[in-house]
């Protein structure tokens, strides 16, 4: 039985290590703190394929959209995914950029179709139309938005209780061990030595972290994203919704979780962030612009997540170049693609499959 060791339980590592379970692998999860608290547990959450150019990156997310769709099958409910759709608008300046968008997707066969303002009120009658405008607008039947946490413990839950992988909280993992060009384990902070005959690294922005050989380091560009949380408000906003003013989805018991892209190029990695901040309370302005029905309310939250973004904003997933026995998983979009990902790292490291769809996604690109 092949033994692998997975780094990291985030989406990726929880979806990667139910899959080589399932296939037949003697896996063990090496978590450093507990199952999400990595940027898994703050991440706007979208599953999308939206402007994810070039066509295989782009149908790699929609690999991940189906597979999500999927798993309703496999696990007969799946209450960490929300479905019905996302909703889309921009500022004027953007109007072009935007009919871009949607036509690109309808060539690539993407479910994307634009809706009329009477449209966009009956599927979200809380919405002010008035910031709409004579924007145009459109619907994305096909997304959704995903509870990664949720996700990431069902996906534990099913490999540890059905297939017999263990998971092992607060181990950090420091180094990997080596014999030769071998990789045949690692080796945790506090001295602990794990045997393994694969060695997969699913620890997101910190992969470099597990690994003291700089040889052996992705090439990785992190971005910040500010996420902002009403508490509880009288919203019925039920999708994902972009629009020219805000972007917000909900998140549980009349939450919502508010985004705005140009916030992000505000804030560094390092930042300290406070629900008094004025990017804080400019967002909130902002919802209330949408949703005047939500009244004078204070942001409940807000976190600042790290975006794990591979050094040329692609997914590096495979086998590292110069070395035997271990095998990198880090992607932006990573809600998105991680159920099918897991799929393609259990068929490469278990069954020896080799998945066309990654062709393009080598970590061995960064190594010529
Ligand atoms: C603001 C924001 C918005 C986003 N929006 C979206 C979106 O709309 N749609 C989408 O699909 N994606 C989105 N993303 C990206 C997505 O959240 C990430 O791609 C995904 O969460 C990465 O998951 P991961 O499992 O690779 O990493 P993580 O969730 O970071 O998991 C890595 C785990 O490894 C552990 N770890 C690290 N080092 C070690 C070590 N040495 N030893 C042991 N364990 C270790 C960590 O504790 C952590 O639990 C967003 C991200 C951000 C920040």
Same mark, same amino acid.
């Given at each position: 039985?092949?033994?692998?060791?997975?780094? &990291?339980?985030? /989406?990726?590592?929880?979806?990667?290590?139910? @899959?080589?379970?399932?296939?037949?692998?003697? /896996?063990? =999860?090496?978590?450093?703190?507990?199952?999400?608290?990595?940027?898994? &547990?703050?991440?706007?959450?979208?599953?999308?394929?939206?402007?994810?150019?070039?066509?295989?990156?782009?149908?790699?997310?929609?690999?991940?959209?189906?597979?999500?769709?999927?798993?309703?099958?496999?696990?007969?409910?799946? %209450?960490?995914?929300?479905?019905?759709?996302?909703?889309?608008?921009?500022?004027?300046?953007?109007?072009?950029?935007?009919?871009?968008?949607?036509?690109?997707?309808?060539?690539?066969?993407?479910? *994307?179709?634009?809706?009329? %303002?009477?449209?966009?009120?009956?599927?979200e009658?809380d919405i002010d139309?008035?910031?709409?405008?004579?924007?145009?607008?459109?619907?994305?039947?096909?997304? &959704?938005?995903?509870?990664?946490? =949720?996700?990431?413990?069902?996906?534990?839950?099913?490999?540890?209780?059905?297939?017999?992988?263990?998971?092992?909280?607060?181990?950090?993992?420091?180094?990997?061990?080596?014999?030769?060009?071998?990789?045949?384990?690692?080796?945790?902070?506090?001295?602990?030595?794990?045997?393994?005959?694969?060695?997969?690294?699913?620890?997101?922005?910190?992969?470099?972290? *597990? =690994?003291?050989?700089?040889? $052996?380091?992705?090439?990785?560009?992190?971005?910040?994203?500010? $996420?902002?949380?009403?508490?509880?408000v009288a919203c019925g906003l039920?999708?994902?919704?972009?629009?020219?003013?805000?972007?917000a989805?909900?998140?549980?018991?009349?939450?919502l979780?508010?985004?705005?892209?140009?916030?992000?190029?505000?804030?560094?990695?390092?930042?300290?962030?406070?629900?008094?901040?004025?990017?804080?309370?400019?967002?909130?302005?902002?919802a209330r612009q949408v949703f005047p029905g939500i009244?004078?309310?204070?942001?409940?939250?807000?976190?600042?997540?790290?975006?794990?973004?591979?050094?040329?904003?692609?997914?590096? /997933?495979?086998?590292?170049? @110069? /070395?035997?026995?271990?095998?990198?998983?880090?992607?932006?979009?990573?809600?998105?693609?991680?159920?099918?990902?897991?799929?393609?790292?259990?068929?490469?490291?278990?069954?020896? =499959?080799?998945?066309?769809?990654?062709?393009?996604? @080598? %970590?061995?690109?960064?190594?010529?």
């Open positions: 039985m092949t033994k692998v060791i997975v780094i &990291g339980a985030g /989406v990726v590592g929880a979806s990667s290590a139910y @899959r080589l379970a399932q296939a037949g692998a003697e /896996v063990l =999860v090496l978590e450093a703190i507990r199952p999400g608290s990595g940027t898994s &547990g703050i991440s706007y959450a979208w599953t999308n394929a939206h402007r994810k150019p070039p066509f295989p990156y782009h149908q790699l997310n929609v690999n991940g959209m189906k597979t999500h769709a999927a798993l309703r099958d496999e696990f007969g409910t799946t %209450p960490w995914w929300h479905g019905g759709g996302s909703l889309e608008w921009t500022e004027p300046e953007r109007h072009q950029s935007f009919r871009e968008n949607v036509q690109q997707l309808q060539a690539w066969g993407y479910a *994307a179709e634009y809706v009329s %303002p009477a449209q966009v009120a009956g599927l009658p139309l008035a910031v709409l405008g004579d924007s145009p607008a459109a619907f994305f039947p096909d997304e &959704g938005w995903c509870d990664p946490v =949720v996700y990431i413990h069902a996906m534990l839950s099913a490999a540890t209780h059905r297939h017999g992988a263990k998971l092992v909280l607060g181990a950090r993992v420091a180094d990997l061990t080596m014999q030769g060009d071998r990789v045949t384990g690692v080796r945790l902070a506090d001295g602990t030595v794990h045997r393994a005959d694969m060695v997969v690294n699913c620890g997101g922005r910190w992969t470099n972290d *597990a =690994v003291r050989e700089a040889g $052996l380091h992705l090439p990785l560009a992190p971005t910040p994203g500010l $996420l902002v949380f009403t508490p509880p039920s999708r994902v919704l972009h629009t020219s003013v805000v972007n989805r909900p998140d549980g018991a009349g939450r979780m508010l985004h705005w892209d140009p916030t992000d190029l505000t804030v560094q990695l390092d930042s300290k962030v406070s629900v008094d901040m004025p990017q804080v309370v400019d967002l909130m302005r902002r009244g004078d309310v204070s942001a409940e939250a807000v976190r600042l997540g790290i975006r794990p973004i591979p050094g040329d904003g692609l997914t590096a /997933v495979g086998p590292m170049p @110069r /070395v035997n026995g271990y095998y990198v998983a880090v992607t932006h979009s990573g809600v998105t693609m991680s159920p099918f990902l897991g799929l393609c790292v259990a068929d490469e490291v278990v069954r020896g =499959v080799v998945r066309p769809e990654l062709a393009d996604f @080598r %970590p061995a690109r960064f190594f010529n």
